[in-house]
């Protein structure tokens, strides 16, 4: 039985959408619905409970969308807040299992190095999934607060000298550790991809939590026959304030551009 409802992806702002670029790759016939909370954006420096609090209100937001299942695209809200999922009635996927796996998978000398926000990084959620895939890994974790704004302000290129001295002061550890695999826990990342691998040498395999997840949710889809028989598909935005900067971060985030009549401004502050 096809199901041609909405798959629906939701993070604390613009930067699931380096996730929803990985689904739209993988599932290029699923209408997907965006709830990116960008009037309270960022989550990673608040506290459990406050992120708690607004993850409950986005997946309201995309229950009420009559979506068929929930992306947690958000490293901090996976990290910290994948338990409110048991609430939900729809199925719900997060980012950081699905990154261990496959990190776990990558790793040749079981050495895996996780980068994410303050609230992912003290969470220690990657390093349990990794330890329980493979008991005899060792784990190493760096929060990089300074990374989501460089990507925010268009600073991502690995030919900037401030984008590569910022990622070699916080990769340091991780190299000298002998990482051979790297987890980039947290949705901005994926951007300074380029840069952190000129850092962090070739060899190193980076793990993209969406390219993970998106694999998941297509996995997921085929087996219980819920995929959309759909040939074309449809992507509507959600933004909790002004849509203004929407365009040029979507451009960096999603790597095309959204025209702004897709995008829509909610308030959440009822649900
Ligand atoms: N989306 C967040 C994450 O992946 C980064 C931005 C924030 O701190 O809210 O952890």
Same mark, same amino acid.
């Given at each position: ?135 005899? #890994?060792?784990? +190493? @974790? ?5 990374? !989501?704004? /460089?990507?925010?302000? %268009?600073?991502?290129? $690995? ?33 300074? #991809?380029?840069? +952190? @691998? ?5 060899? !190193?395999? /980076?793990?993209?939590? %969406?390219?993970?997840? $998106? ?36 451009? +960096? ?19």
């Amino acid at each position: 039985m096809a199901d041609k409802r909405p798959i629906g992806v939701f993070d604390s702002g613009l930067g699931g959408l380096t996730v929803v670029k990985e689904m739209i790759k993988q599932l290029p016939n699923e209408d997907i619905v965006y709830f990116g909370d960008t009037g309270r954006v960022p989550y990673g420096t608040r506290s459990v409970e406050t992120i708690r609090k607004y993850t409950l209100q986005d997946e309201k937001f995309l229950l009420n969308n009559d979506v068929k299942l929930i992306v947690a695209a958000c490293g901090t809200v996976s990290s910290v807040a994948s338990d409110t999922a048991l609430q939900l009635p729809v199925p719900f996927f997060e980012v950081v299992s699905h990154a261990s796996k496959s990190a776990v998978n990558a790793t040749k000398n079981g050495k895996i190095g996780v980068i994410g926000t303050n609230a992912t990084v003290k969470s220690e959620q990657h390093k349990k999934h990794i330890l329980k895939f493979m008991p005899k #890994s060792e784990v +190493i @974790t760096v929060s990089c607060p300074l990374f !989501v704004p /460089l990507v925010e302000e %268009g600073w991502y290129s $690995a030919d900037d000298l401030v984008v590569t001295k910022t990622v070699e002061r916080y990769l340091k550890p991780i190299i000298d550790f002998g990482a051979d695999t790297l987890i980039l826990g947290c949705t901005h990342y994926p951007v300074l #991809s380029d840069a +952190i @691998t000129k850092i962090m040498g070739k060899d !190193v395999t /980076l793990i993209n939590a %969406g390219t993970s997840t $998106a694999s998941a949710v297509k996995e997921y889809l085929a087996k219980n026959n819920l995929q959309s028989e759909k040939n074309s598909a449809s992507h509507k935005f959600y933004v909790s304030d002004k849509p203004d900067s929407f365009r040029y971060q979507a451009s +960096i985030l999603l790597g095309k551009d959204i025209d702004e009549t897709q995008v829509q401004e909610v308030d959440l502050s009822s649900l």
